[in-house]
C-alpha cells in the first residue's frame, strides 16, 4: 500500500522492514545475535535501532527464532548504568586528587630544600672567593 506521498503506509513499511532486516540476518548464527547489542544488531539488519524495539514482527522473530530480547531500557536501567559508569570516574578522580596532593607536597618540599642549598652554595661560593684571595679562613 502506499500513502498520499508515493511512500509506503505504516503497516507494509513495517512488513518491509521486518523482510529486510530477517533476510539481512539469515545465516547469522543465534549465539551471535543474542550477545550483540542493539546497535549493533541494527547495523547488521541494516535496519535503525527505533526499528529494533517498535517493529513487533520483529522483536517477536527475534525472541522466537534466536531467544534475543529487544528491549528498550527503562529509566532505571539507565541510571544503573551511568552510576556504574561514573562510580569508577569518581573512584579514579578521587585517586588523580590524591596523586596531585602528593606531587604537590613534595614539590613545595623540594623547593624549600633547594632555596637552602642555594644560600649555603652562595656561603660556601663567598668562602672559596675569600680563600682564595688570603690564603685564611674568613671567620
Known sequence: MKDSR???SGGALGRATF???RQNLEGVPSERIRSMSADDLAIL????????YQNQPLR???ASEHGR???????AQQTDETAA???PKARKDDHLFQQISTLQAQNSKLQAELAELRSKLARYRHIDEHLANTGRMPR
Open 6 to 8: 508515493g511512500g509506503l
Open 45 to 52: 539488519a541494516k535496519v535503525s535501532k527505533s526499528a529494533l
Open 60 to 62: 517477536e522473530w527475534l
Open 19 to 21: 523482510e529486510m532486516a
Open 69 to 75: 530480547e529487544v528491549r528498550r531500557k527503562t529509566a
Open 85 to 87: 559508569v561514573e562510580a
